[in-house]
């Protein structure tokens, strides 16, 4: 049997419609709609400062070693650290990669003579290494090989500021810059006795991520066999690349194998996690406040189908199948949600414009996600839209199949 409309069925839905119900239905969905996609597009327009290639959050370099305890300090015992530990470090999943530190055993000297108004002065050093991969200076500035009387050195930017704004103030020396202390020419002497010998040496660059006087690795080695007949040491510190995206358990495992570290040095990995930790409850809560508000509504629907249970059950009887019969409330629905949906595109759109005010200063976007992320909000109307069908579509076929 054909109908040409359906004019009854949507009159009568019509006057059961509750005007508080539906601006409930509609405020919850649009804020719902808001928080999502404001946060979605947020996250991916701002996704690549929180990713490995981040320009703000680089990876961590931390340096480890083991708490002194005052047994070790009377028994002379040394707190380093064994293969075993290292291989267990290596596992973990906030760890990109392990290196060790090297230090020299064997007695150095640092002699600078007067220039630039800077009085000469010697001074005993001692020197660390750590592998290539943890530093960041020009490879054809930090190369050495046997027989090369030149070492390079690189030392913490710390150490420049020490003097400038310390020493040279106190003592009335004049301040030096950065380029003009990697010019100053100095001699090393290296060992004792009949096994001393003096090297030139000179700074290459500088570090802010590494608290040491650094020297090529392969040079500290054979200076090491040379000068301290000693090629193998457990090392005492250790450096840890730590991954950019963060881990809330480095601290506690850190904590529990009793390793020293500067929990200054954890903040980056720290913040990057709870930034996104936060980013995903706030896409949760808007997804709940969306399906709350649908839920809402399906309710509502419900109540109504039930209320005219007896007139839909009439219609049903008289020629109207199912379909015609869920047609006026899934109209109804359709159009409350894509209204919500609507209403809260230019809210999003507002907001974003004074966030990339704001933000766009210190953190830049190729372009932005908002089309994407408009065309995933249509997805999810789409699915609860069909939630939505099935259950209004079973509950009037219950009604209208029962006996």
């Given at each position: 049997?054909?109908?040409?409309?359906?004019?009854?069925i949507?009159k009568?839905v019509r006057?059961?419609?509750?005007?508080?119900?539906?601006?409930?239905?509609c405020?919850?969905?649009?804020?719902?709609?808001?928080?999502?996609?404001l946060a979605?597009?947020?996250?991916l327009?701002?996704a690549?400062?929180?990713?490995e290639?981040?320009s703000?959050?680089?990876?961590?370099y931390?340096?480890?070693?083991?708490?002194v305890s005052s047994?070790q300090?009377?028994?002379?015992?040394?707190?380093?650290?064994?293969q075993?530990?290292?291989?267990?470090?290596k596992?973990?999943?906030?760890?990109q990669k392990?290196?060790?530190?090297k230090?020299?055993?064997?007695?150095?000297?640092?002699?600078?003579?007067g220039?630039?108004g800077?009085?000469?002065?010697?001074?005993?050093?001692?020197?660390?290494s750590v592998?290539?991969?943890?530093?960041?200076?020009?490879?054809?500035?930090?190369?050495?090989?046997?027989g090369q009387?030149?070492?390079?050195?690189?030392?913490?930017?710390?150490?420049?500021?020490?003097?400038?704004f310390g020493?040279a103030?106190?003592?009335?020396l004049?301040?030096?810059s950065e380029g003009?202390?990697?010019?100053?020419?100095f001699?090393?002497?290296?060992?004792?006795?009949?096994?001393?010998?003096?090297y030139?040496?000179?700074?290459?660059?500088?570090?802010t991520?590494?608290?040491?006087?650094?020297v090529?690795?392969?040079?500290?080695q054979?200076a090491?066999?040379?000068?301290?007949?000693?090629?193998?040491?457990?090392?005492?510190?250790?450096?840890?690349?730590?991954?950019?995206?963060g881990?809330?358990?480095?601290?506690?495992?850190?904590?529990?194998h009793?390793?020293?570290?500067?929990?200054d040095?954890?903040?980056?990995g720290?913040?990057?996690?709870?930034?996104?930790l936060?980013?995903?409850?706030?896409?949760?809560?808007?997804?709940?406040?969306?399906f709350?508000a649908?839920?809402?509504?399906?309710?509502?629907?419900?109540?109504?189908?039930?209320?005219?249970?007896?007139?839909?059950k009439?219609?049903?009887?008289i020629?109207?199948?199912?379909?015609?019969l869920?047609?006026?409330?899934?109209?109804?629905?359709?159009?409350?949600?894509?209204?919500?949906y609507?209403?809260?595109?230019?809210m999003v759109?507002f907001?974003?414009?004074?966030?990339?005010?704001?933000?766009?200063?210190?953190?830049?976007?190729e372009?932005?996600?908002?089309?994407?992320v408009?065309?995933?909000?249509?997805?999810?109307?789409?699915?609860?839209f069909?939630?939505?069908?099935?259950?209004?579509?079973?509950?009037i076929?219950k009604?209208a199949l029962?006996?």
């Amino acid at each position: 049997m054909s109908f040409n409309s359906n004019t009854l069925i949507e009159k009568l839905v019509r006057k059961n419609l509750s005007f508080l119900r539906i601006t409930t239905f509609c405020f919850f969905s649009i804020i719902g709609f808001f928080i999502l996609l404001l946060a979605a597009t947020i996250y991916l327009d701002y996704a690549k400062n929180f990713g490995e290639d981040s320009s703000i959050w680089k990876s961590n370099y931390i340096v480890l070693n083991k708490k002194v305890s005052s047994l070790q300090t009377l028994t002379g015992e040394k707190p380093t650290f064994n293969q075993d530990e290292i291989d267990d470090l290596k596992t973990q999943n906030f760890v990109q990669k392990v290196g060790v530190f090297k230090s020299s055993q064997f007695p150095v000297k640092l002699q600078v003579g007067g220039i630039a108004g800077i009085r000469g002065f010697s001074t005993d050093l001692f020197f660390e290494s750590v592998p290539e991969d943890f530093i960041e200076v020009k490879e054809s500035d930090w190369k050495w090989q046997e027989g090369q009387n030149f070492i390079p050195i690189i030392i913490p930017k710390s150490y420049l500021n020490l003097y400038n704004f310390g020493f040279a103030t106190s003592q009335g020396l004049p301040q030096v810059s950065e380029g003009l202390f990697t010019k100053i020419p100095f001699q090393l002497i290296l060992g004792k006795g009949e096994n001393q010998h003096v090297y030139q040496a000179r700074i290459v660059d500088f570090t802010t991520k590494i608290n040491t006087i650094l020297v090529p690795e392969n040079f500290l080695q054979w200076a090491n066999e040379k000068y301290a007949h000693q090629s193998n040491t457990e090392p005492s510190r250790i450096i840890v690349e730590t991954k950019s995206q963060g881990d809330e358990n480095s601290a506690s495992y850190f904590e529990s194998h009793n390793f020293d570290i500067n929990k200054d040095e954890l903040k980056n990995g720290e913040l990057t996690y709870y930034l996104k930790l936060a980013f995903t409850l706030v896409l949760f809560i808007g997804l709940i406040i969306v399906f709350a508000a649908i839920w809402l509504m399906i309710i509502n629907f419900q109540l109504m189908i039930e209320k005219n249970k007896h007139k839909t059950k009439d219609l049903f009887l008289i020629g109207y199948n199912i379909n015609q019969l869920a047609k006026p409330y899934l109209k109804f629905s359709i159009i409350f949600m894509l209204i919500s949906y609507l209403i809260s595109i230019p809210m999003v759109y507002f907001i974003l414009n004074m966030i990339n005010a704001k933000v766009g200063k210190f953190m830049s976007t190729e372009q932005s996600h908002i089309w994407e992320v408009i065309g995933f909000g249509l997805i999810v109307v789409i699915v609860l839209f069909i939630i939505n069908k099935i259950i209004l579509t079973q509950s009037i076929k219950k009604i209208a199949l029962k006996s």
